[in-house]
């Protein structure tokens, strides 16, 4: 198997390294996009003597709020080892961006959503991790980044109790489900009793009449 580079690209510096490396402790907070893009095919077009392009999977990672960190290439397949949740929403048609929308977080305002999303930050997990070197471009940046790991750290300690109170519901959805069907089984018991009833006096009627 031909061996590849994968691009280390640290978030806390903004570096771009080529190093041996299928996967990197930064990878969850870059901007990471598969998508179909127009490929120059050397091969045919030396063949045929003209220029031949076809569609191929492209990846693009991007370190965001650095617009000078951006990878954009033909897919390999260790790509698809280190971002595979990128990878298979991708192939399933979904959003690939991993994590909390900023366009659904209450502490930030419409207006900063649509400026962050140009320099590529559009998760509350991305906004928490910006580098130093990102925060110092932009005004403001810095607090913004302090309320996300504030906000995250706080949503972190709730999940216990979140994950208690998912329990209680379905708990309740499932004993709902099983005095429902206890309910029917009685309402069937009773109209059957019911005709049992019936059937006896009319016997009865017959009985008497004969």
Known sequence: MEKVQALNIDVLTGAVN????VSDAGDEHLHVTFAQASHFNDTRTRDEQRPIFEMKDYI???VPGDSTSIVHRPVRDSDKDRFPRQWLAYQSG???????PLS???MITRAQVDELSYFKITTVETLASV???VKQKFLGLREL????KAWLAARKGEEPALALAGEIAKKDEEIGALQSQLAMMQEA????QK?????GKKAVDVDEAA
């Open 18 to 21: 080529p190093m041996p490396r």
């Open 60 to 62: 693009t990672i991007i």
């Open 94 to 100: 979904r959003e690939q961006q991993i994590g909390y």
């Open 104 to 106: 659904e977080w209450p």
């Open 131 to 133: 580098s130093d070197t």
């Open 145 to 148: 980044s302090e309320k996300a």
């Open 189 to 192: 018991i009773a109209e059957l």
């Open 195 to 199: 005709a049992n009833s019936k059937k």
